[in-house]
């Protein structure tokens, strides 16, 4: 109800198999991803602005709630398109998601008054504001390889199109996937951070050697810097294991399967659980301590899962990756935020979050007096 039954996160066969192709094909790194990147660095610099801007009178902010909205901006930049969603378009989306979210694990009652009952409303306020752009990208020519144009320009072998409710079923369902999950690692990555200094005095060394060398941020990070950032990646990998924000997913024994002397028959219903393999001291030596060397080698296969694994696997890994590395790059370079209180416990919302969201100040390095950039085109 809530996200749109024609999503493809409910289906399998045929039918996920041909909107899984668009969706990987409209995220992959080097054909699209690449392309969005000075975007991405705008959108993160601007985010950064406006965080800076509230601790400068002192204010304390969530930081999950902050980074939400990053990740969503960079969500409708890659699924829409830049031009698509007006500023306007973009806030009434904003301000739905947001009803939807907290609506979705509430009980299940369509009661007028109820976290539920205003979700229902969102989503189908969404749905409408999806079709309209639908509607109006149907004719346009330079649609590019972004979702929106790849589901409008789907034939399958027999000429067959997608219908409206599907393709707008699927464009909310994917930004649906990609906000949360990615604020709430990035918020992650912050506390680790915050929490081991000498962990971030080296993954800053890293970031402003990348600074120097684009002459003290005058210039634009490049895909092969964003793709060569080893420490400030393996505390990504860390954090993501850490977290595992998503720490299981359902699945269903399509025929009898035996396993380790147990017998799980056909139909039955299998958790797996990706926390536990990622705690598992089998397989991460000393799991509860935080430490990124663990990924200097390539951990065992199907040991280290936070995208999943198999055909429902994230298509959104890179975009991910690569948001969060952008993020800190700019963060880490300009920027010093303070965690305020303990930073402890933890909060499901329903991914996992530190308590509150991370209370935190940020503020702007004093060492740069220059403006920063709001755009960026390295190529
Ligand atoms: C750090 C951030 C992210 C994490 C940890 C994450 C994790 C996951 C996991 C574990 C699954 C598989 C669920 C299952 O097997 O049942 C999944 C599926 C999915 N994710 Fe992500 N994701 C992230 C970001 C994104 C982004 C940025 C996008 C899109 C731009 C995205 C789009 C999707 C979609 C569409 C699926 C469904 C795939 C399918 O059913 O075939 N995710 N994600």
Excluded at 46 to 69: D, G, I, P, Q, R
Excluded at 261 to 276: A, D, E, S, T
Aim: hydrophobic letters at 40%; one cysteine or more.
């Amino acid at each position: 109800m809530l996200i749109g039954k024609s999503a493809l996160f409910f289906h399998q066969g045929h039918y996920h198999s041909r909107l899984k192709t668009l969706v990987r094909a409209s995220l992959s790194p080097h054909r699209r991803l690449r392309h969005l990147t000075p975007r991405i660095q705008s959108l993160a610099l601007s985010s950064l602005h406006s965080l800076a801007a509230s601790a400068a009178s002192a204010a304390v902010v969530s930081t999950f709630h902050e980074l939400k909205k990053y990740s969503f901006d960079v969500a409708v930049l890659a699924v829409f398109g830049e031009v698509v969603v007006d500023p306007r378009c973009k806030r009434e989306l904003s301000r739905d998601y947001g009803i939807v979210e907290k609506g979705y694990n509430s009980f299940p009652t369509r009661i007028p008054g109820t976290a539920y009952h205003a979700a229902v409303s969102a989503r189908k306020r969404l749905g409408e504001i999806v079709r309209e752009i639908i509607t109006r990208e149907r004719n346009n020519k330079e649609k590019k390889g972004l979702l929106l144009g790849q589901l409008l320009d789907f034939k399958d072998g027999e000429g067959g199109t997608l219908t409206d409710e599907e393709i707008a079923d699927n464009l909310i369902g994917v930004v649906f996937a990609a906000r949360d999950t990615t604020a709430s690692v990035l918020t992650w990555v912050l506390k680790f951070l915050a929490d081991d200094r000498k962990l971030l005095e080296a993954v800053k060394a890293e970031q402003m050697a990348i600074y120097e060398a684009n002459e003290g941020g005058g210039e634009c990070l490049t895909w092969g810097q964003i793709r060569n950032m080893p420490l400030t990646y393996r505390v990504i990998m860390e954090s993501l294991r850490m977290a595992s924000i998503i720490s299981f997913t359902f699945r269903e024994a399509v025929a009898d399967v035996e396993y380790k002397g147990y017998l799980i028959p056909k139909g039955w219903k299998v958790m797996p659980l990706f926390r536990n393999i990622h705690h598992s001291p089998e397989f991460f030596p000393d799991p509860q301590k935080f430490d990124p060397s663990r990924f200097e080698v390539p951990p065992r296969p199907n040991t280290f899962m936070p995208f999943g694994n198999g055909s429902h696997a994230c298509p959104g890994n890179e975009l991910a990756k690569l948001e969060v590395l952008i993020f800190l790059h700019h963060l880490l370079t300009n920027f010093r935020w303070e965690v305020v209180g303990k930073g402890n416990g933890v909060q499901y919302s329903p991914f996992p979050v530190p308590l509150e969201g991370l209370p935190a100040r940020f503020w702007r390095e004093p060492r740069s007096s220059t403006p920063l950039k709001h755009s960026c085109n390295p190529f």
